[in-house]
């Protein structure tokens, strides 16, 4: 009996394991791209290799100062795997940050950071 609870313990570990190996959202591509030099941008867009869920995904903008910039409120488009946000007014020269904390329909969540830059 002890044996048996073990040893579906262990099963359960593994398949869960392997499940967070195999589909968990990571971060396909974005734009602006990573450490690319632009024009203040109109938009974040990252597309995920999943679908996401919009109400616990969420994308974070970091000024020069490290200090959050107020972005629009982010949808989902592309069967819900690319996740947009409008970017409000135009952003000075610097280098942004720009973190993502996502769920992904498989109840994974997962989060990142890149930066670009915005040229004078
Ligand atoms: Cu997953």
New binding site residues.
Partial sequence: MRNTLIASLALAAFVAAA??AA???SVKSTTPTDKASVASPEELDLTFS?ALNLPFSKLHLLGPDGKEIEIGKGVLKDADKTLTAPVTGPLKPGTYTVRWNVL?V?G?KTNGTYTFTVKP
């Fill in positions: 499940g967070q589909a968990h959202a999943e992904s498989d994974h």
